[in-house]
């Protein structure tokens, strides 16, 4: 048991609701000697490390304004993000250091101007960021944090940048179209998504409904629960099973409120509830994330955007609902 426990963190260990962020800065060049310093955070789990800026970092054609390059880091060829340029910030001073990331499959290196900390946090303490810092990011925030002197810490939405900036790939969506093509027919599943990023709830309900699913969304774990209870209250008052409404559910992790791991907790913990296979679909692709996902009793994991594995797993996991599925 002891083993279990250093391979998973009693912060994750169970769904605890809770996070680690590493906390930076940038500082804004407001004018008349002026400076704004920006909180930021993104979490521990995406991060493979915090380094200086590389002093080799190559521009190649065609990049967008906001990617400074292309920088060897540990022998790996790493797309460099300007986050400065990102932001349309006058900058303090040059950025200093580099958050090296993974998720999405993908090694992305971040320049920022400080690093700080690394915070522990809970998600159920992440509220929605006020609509003036919403716009000025482009929506592109997670949530917020009140810290120390009432400071707001911001948790920005990197999936939701890479894709501003063109730079997140879908896996094996020509292979999906040719598949579809190809049969007339497919057993088709109502689909719960839960995921706090407009952007990745879009590339997974285009996946689902082109293979003639039918999507239902959430934006955290809350409105997940919310949502399966109205369904459960329908369920018994027309005397049938939630799984005649429902037939999976798809969770990311990373969600303000209520993360995935406690809400897959949450759902298996539930005498109803848990009929519902629950797959863990997550930018994160560590072996610690897969171990999570299973410690909760989800029945599988799947990495962002894979669209032939998500399709697979679907199919193998849905309830299959002999006299027809009813929709909500």
């Known amino acids: 048991m002891a083993k279990h426990k250093d391979l998973l963190p009693k912060i994750l260990e169970t769904g605890s609701n809770e996070l680690e962020i590493i906390e930076f800065r940038m ?8 400076i704004y310093e920006w ?22 054609p065609g990049m967008p304004k906001e990617v400074e390059g292309m920088a060897k880091i540990r022998d790996e060829i790493v797309p460099i993000v300007n986050l400065a340029e990102w932001m349309n910030i006058n900058e303090a001073s040059e950025g200093k250091y580099v958050i090296v990331m993974e998720f999405l499959r993908e090694i992305i290196g971040v320049i920022v101007h400080d690093a700080k900390r690394i915070r522990r946090i ?11 810092i919403y716009e000025r990011l482009g929506g592109k925030v997670i949530g917020v944090v009140e810290i120390e002197n009432k400071e ?21 969506i020509e292979e999906v179209d040719e598949e579809i093509s190809h049969h007339e027919e497919k057993e088709s599943f109502n ?41 459960l209250k329908e369920a018994k008052e027309e005397g049938k099973d939630i799984t005649d409404y429902i037939q999976i559910i798809i969770s990311d992790i990373e969600m303000p409120g209520m993360d995935g791991l406690t809400f897959t ?16 679909n997550t930018s994160l692709s560590d072996k610690a994330t897969v171990d999570k996902a ?8 799947l990495v962002k955007f894979d669209a032939p594995d998500l399709l697979k797993l679907v199919h193998k996991y849905a309830i299959k609902k002999t006299g027809g599925r009813i929709d909500v």
């Open 294 to 301: 299973a410690f909760v009793n989800a029945d599988a994991h």
């Open 39 to 60: 909180i930021l955070g993104v979490n521990v789990a995406k991060v493979k490390e915090v380094i200086l800026r590389p002093q080799n970092i190559i521009k190649s």
């Open 27 to 34: 500082y804004e060049d407001l004018g008349n000697g002026k």
């Open 191 to 231: 689909a719960l998504i839960l995921d706090d990023s407009p952007v990745a709830r879009r590339i997974i309900r285009n996946i689902l409904e082109k293979d003639g699913h039918k999507v239902f969304e959430a934006s955290s774990g809350l409105e997940g629960i919310d949502f399966l209870n109205n369904v």
């Open 265 to 280: 907790k949450k759902i298996k913990e539930h005498p109803e509830f848990s009929k519902i296979p629950v797959i863990i």
């Open 152 to 172: 707001l810490l911001l948790l920005l939405d990197f999936e939701g940048i890479l894709d501003e900036l063109g730079m997140i790939k879908i896996f094996g």
């Open 122 to 132: 809970k998600w159920t303490d992440i509220s929605k960021a006020p609509p003036s």
